[in-house]
C-alpha cells in the first residue's frame, strides 16, 4: 500500500477535521481554544469567531465543577484514556443535547499532556427519544404500583417476571419470591394452560381464573383480565389483571341485606295499613249507618262521640302510615295542573267549622303576581296546608289566624311560592323551636299534654316539603302572641292558560236501582257494612266469603259491579278477578272494584294492572261507594 509522506498525511488530517461530521476542537491545558472545526460551530448554532470568543470551559467540561476537577485529574494521571459527558446547551433554535468526548493529547518524546481534543455529537433526536422511552417506561411503572388491581407478568412458559405492590397483597408473597416462579401456584395448571392454548379470544380463560391462592393457603375471590404482552410484533408473555373482589362481594351483599330490610319494611307497612285499617272500617262504616237511622238526641251525642273517635283514630294511624311510606321512599311527587286560590279555599272549608266553632278570625291574602294555575302535586300541599292549620286551630283558644301567599322567586321554568300562616295562639318556647320538625316531638308536653296527636304532623309537613323541593321553618311573633309556620315549594309554570284544566262540579246522575252487586269479603263486619251502605243507597247485594265462591256467584248469575276484598282465604281478589276476566268477554265482564286495606303508594295502580277497575281502601266511606257507583254507571253506559 502506497504510503503517504508528511505533507500527504497533513493534507489528510485537515480536510478530515474541516470535513467531519463531528464537531472537533483542540483546547489548551488553560481552558482556552486551540482550533475548532465548522462542525462544531454548526452544531452549537454560532460562528467560529462567536464561539472561540467564550470560554471553552462551558462546552467540555462537566457542570459539576467537583466532578469535572476529579475526571480531568484522573484524565491527566493516566487513569482515564477519554471522559464521556452528556450535556444541554441553549441553541437558537432550542435546547440541544451533545455527547462530548474529551481526550487529552501527549507528547510522542516525554508523554506530558499537550492539548485537549473534544469530540462534540449532536445527539438531540436520540435524547428525545431516550426521553419519551423514560417517560413510557414512568407511566407504566407509576400505572403498576398505583394501580388498585394485581398486576402480574409472565413469560411463555409460565413463569413470572414481575407484579405490582397490590400483587403482594393479594397474595402474601414478596415480588422477589414471586419472580422466577410459576403463575400457576397462584392460579392452577388448567388456567396457566388455557391462556397459553388461547389464540386472541382469551375471555375463556378469563373466565376460569375465578380465584387465587393466597401464600396463607385460602383463596381470593377475583375478576381477572388477560392481556397479551407485545413487542416488535410477537407475543412474549401476558399480563394477569386480577381484581379482588372481597370488598366489592362484601358491599353486595350489604346492599342486598338493606334491599332485603327495605322490603321487609315495605312488607310490615302495608301488613299494618291492611290489619289497622280492616277493624277501622267496621267502626267508622257502621257508625255512618247507625247515623242514618232514626236517634234521640242521646243516642245520637254517643253515635257522634264513636265517629270523632273513630276519625281520630283514623288520622292518628294516617300520620304513622304517611311518615312511614316517606321514611320508605314510597311517597313521590304527582304533578298536576291546579289553581292555587281554589286549593287554598277548598282547605280552608275543611277546617272553617273548628275555626267557627271556637269563633276564631279566619282571613287569607294571595298576592296578583301569583299565578293562577301552576304545575305542582296538589294533594301534598293540601296535606301541608291542612297540618299547618289545623295546628293552628288547636292551639289558638281564640283570636286569629291570617294565611298568606306571595312569590318567592323564579328559577328557569319553575316559580318558587312562600305560604306563611300566623296565629295569635300559644306560641312556642324558643327552646322547643329546635326540636318542632323532630318526628313524635310534641311541643305541648311543656303544657302537660293538653291537646292530642302524634307528634307527627310537623315531621311529616318537612319531609312533603322537601319533596316539593322547598323548606320549612317557625317566626317567632315578636312581642305579639303566637307563631308564624312559613314553607315554600317550587311549582311548574303552565305556557298556555287556555288549555289549563277547569274544575266542575260532579256529574249528577240518578241511581240505577236494577244493577247487580256482588260483595266479596270475608270479614263479617265488612260484609255487614258493605251491604247495608248498598242498602242506604237503595241497592240489593249478594254476599260470597272468598275469591272461590265469587267466581261460582258470577257463573251462576251475571253481575254488574263486583266489590273484591283483596286478601281472602281460599282464593284471593287478584286470583278471582283474573279467573273471571278469564272467563267472560266484552260486555259480560263486571265492573270490579278492589277493596283493601292496602293504602301504600303504587297498590292503586297494582290492582289496576291485574285486571281490576277501580279502586277503594278501607275504611270505607258511604260517599266513596257511591261515587264508585257513579263510575259504574258511566262505564256501563260507553261499554
Partial sequence: MQELDVVGQQSVFEHAFKHAPIGIAVVSLEGNWISVNPAVCRIFGISEEELLSLPAAGFIYADDAGVNARLMQELVEGKLHTIEIEKPFAHRGGTIWTSLHISLARSEEDGLPLYYIAQVLDITASKATELKLQESIERYTSLKKYNHDAIVSFSLDGKIINGNNMTEQLTGYRIPDLIGTSIANLIGEANLRNVLLALEDYAAAENGITHVRHKS??????????????????????????????????????????????????????????????????????????????????????????????????????????????????????????????????????????????????????EPDVPPMLMGDVTKLRQVLMNLLSNAIKFTPNGAIAVHVKCGGMERDRIRLRFSIRDTGLGVPPDKVPHLFDPFYQADYFM?????????????????????????????????????????????????????????????????????????????????????????????????????????????????????????????????????????????????????????????????????????SKPIQMEAVAQIIRTCEDWKAVT
Avoid at 286549593?343 to 275555626?355: F, M
Avoid at 315549594?489 to 256529574?507: C, I, N, R, S, V
Avoid at 236501582?513 to 248498598?534: G, H, P, T, W, Y
Wanted: aromatic share 6%; glycine share 6%.
Fill in 217 to 366: 393457603g385460602h383463596e381470593v375471590e377475583v375478576l381477572a383480565t388477560i392481556a397479551p404482552i407485545i413487542i416488535h410484533g410477537k407475543n412474549v408473555g401476558f399480563y394477569l389483571i386480577a381484581k379482588d373482589m372481597t370488598e366489592q362481594k362484601r358491599l353486595i351483599i350489604e346492599k342486598e341485606a338493606a334491599e332485603k330490610t327495605n322490603r321487609a319494611k315495605s312488607d310490615f307497612l302495608a301488613m299494618m295499613s291492611h290489619e289497622i285499617r280492616t277493624p277501622m272500617n267496621g267502626v267508622i262504616g257502621m257508625t255512618d249507618l247507625i247515623l242514618q237511622t232514626a236517634l234521640d238526641d242521646e243516642q245520637n251525642e254517643y253515635v257522634q262521640i264513636i265517629k270523632k273517635s273513630g276519625a281520630t283514630l283514623l288520622a292518628i294511624i294516617n300520620d304513622i302510615l304517611d311518615f312511614s311510606k316517606i321514611e320508605s321512599g314510597k311517597s313521590e311527587i304527582v304533578e298536576e295542573p291546579f289553581n292555587v286560590r281554589t286549593t287554598l279555599s277548598d282547605t280552608l272549608n275543611v277546617i272553617l267549622p273548628k275555626t267557627l266553632e271556637k269563633n276564631l278570625d279566619l282571613r287569607t291574602s294571595i
Fill in 448 to 616: 302537660t299534654r293538653q291537646f292530642e296527636g302524634t307528634g307527627l304532623g310537623l315531621a311529616i309537613c318537612k319531609k312533603l316539603v322537601h319533596l316539593m323541593e322547598g323548606e320549612i321553618w317557625h317566626e317567632d311573633n315578636g312581642e305579639q302572641p303566637g307563631s308564624t309556620f312559613v314553607f315554600t315549594g317550587k311549582f311548574g309554570l303552565l305556557e298556555d292558560p287556555a288549555h289549563q284544566t277547569q274544575e266542575a262540579g260532579a256529574k249528577e246522575s240518578p241511581y240505577d236501582n236494577s244493577l247487580r252487586i256482588l260483595i266479596a269479603e270475608d270479614n263479617e263486619v265488612n260484609q255487614m257494612v258493605l251491604k247495608k251502605m248498598m242498602e242506604k243507597l237503595g241497592y240489593n247485594s249478594t254476599v260470597v266469603s272468598n275469591g272461590a265462591d265469587a267466581i261460582e256467584a258470577v257463573k251462576r248469575m251475571p253481575y254488574d259491579i263486583i266489590f273484591m276484598d283483596i286478601q281472602m282465604p281460599l282464593m284471593d281478589g287478584i286470583q278471582a278477578t283474573k279467573h273471571i276476566k278469564d272467563m267472560l268477554a266484552g260486555n259480560e265482564r263486571p265492573y270490579i272494584v278492589a277493596v283493601t286495606a292496602h293504602a301504600l303508594k303504587g297498590d292503586r295502580e297494582r290492582y289496576i294492572a291485574a285486571g281490576m277497575d277501580e279502586y277503594i
